[in-house]
Structures are given as C-alpha cells and as structure tokens.
C-alpha cells in the first residue's frame, strides 16, 4: 500500500518550467527598475558632466575641493584651489560643476557654499553676538 502511494506521489506532475522561473523573471525586473538603470542614469549624467568641462568652471571634487579648473586635458583636470596652487587630478574625479561663470568671465563667479557651511556659520556668528552682549 505504501509502495503505491510512492509511486503515485512520483508521478504527479510538478508545474511547468516556466512557471517556476517567474518568481526569478520578477526579481530580475525589479532589480533592473530600482538598482541598474538609475545607476546607468547616474553614470551618464557625470559622462555629460565630465565631457563639458572646460577651462575657468567652478568644481567639487569627490575628495570635497572647491576650486576652478585651469586645465582641462583628456585624462586629467588642473584645478586652481587657492591663487597659484593648482593640484592635478583625474577628470573622473569631479563631481559637480557648482557654479558657471557669470558673463564669460571666471574670475566674477563665487562659488556657492553648502546649506551645512551657511548654517555653521550663521550659527557661530549668532553664539559670537550673543557673547558680545553679555
């Protein structure tokens, strides 16, 4: 009796092939929509960003340097930190371009800072005020 039900409980089918992969054809999808593209999205955006680049544009570097950018060759960036100090660096490199030059004229534009930087400094300068009245 026992030796019939194996046999039995053998040959039942056990779904198709196909719909045993959905489950794995699913994840795939999601992972494509909320991991791989936006990250393709990202990549190119920064390809456009680091293609643009040219000379008196005010940058931030992946390492957090603000400076402007002196020299542009293919594979790498000379980027005026300070006046006359110029650091070489790898055009991968830089992460955004923070502020075009005004007008045509590099030496014109300010970068813009932070809304961390602006509020550490409002910040201080309210505690030194304070300190000052007392």
Known sequence: MIESYL??????????ILVQFVPFVLIFVLFWFLIIRPQRKREQEHQKLLNSLKTGDKVLTNSGIYGEVAEVTQQTVLVEIAPKV????QRQAVSAITAPPAGG?????????????K??????????????RK
């Open 105 to 117: 004229s590099s030496s014109s534009s300010q970068i813009s800072k932070p809304e961390s930087e």
């Open 7 to 16: 046999l039995f409980a053998a040959k039942q089918p056990q779904g198709s």
């Open 86 to 89: 110029r650091i070489k660096m």
């Open 119 to 132: 509020a550490i400094e409002e910040s201080t300068s309210s505690k030194k005020k304070r300190k000052r």
